[in-house]
């Protein structure tokens, strides 16, 4: 059985966070849900040079399926 890895996407949003769009994926690949949820607030930071007025994180699965997570969002000023 194959395992099932995680990677952290960092969006990109408009101001009401209605149109996000993927702006990069942290290279590091996680072996649980959790693990990759850990990691949300340290990817945030790292992110605070994207032109977008919210930046948000999310787990997804390796090969773009969606995780079962909440989104974490950071605003910066910008």
Do not use: F, W
Request: net charge negative; charged share 20%.
């Amino acid at each position: 059985m194959d395992q099932v890895l995680y990677v952290l996407a960092i969006m990109g949003c408009n101001d009401d966070s209605m149109q996000c769009q993927q702006a990069r994926v942290e290279p590091v690949h996680y072996t649980s849900i959790a693990a990759c949820q850990e990691a949300m607030s340290g990817a945030l930071e790292r992110s605070t040079d994207l032109a977008y007025p919210v930046i948000s994180a999310t787990c997804q699965r390796k090969g773009n399926l969606t995780a079962d997570a909440q989104p974490q969002r950071a605003r910066h000023g910008g």
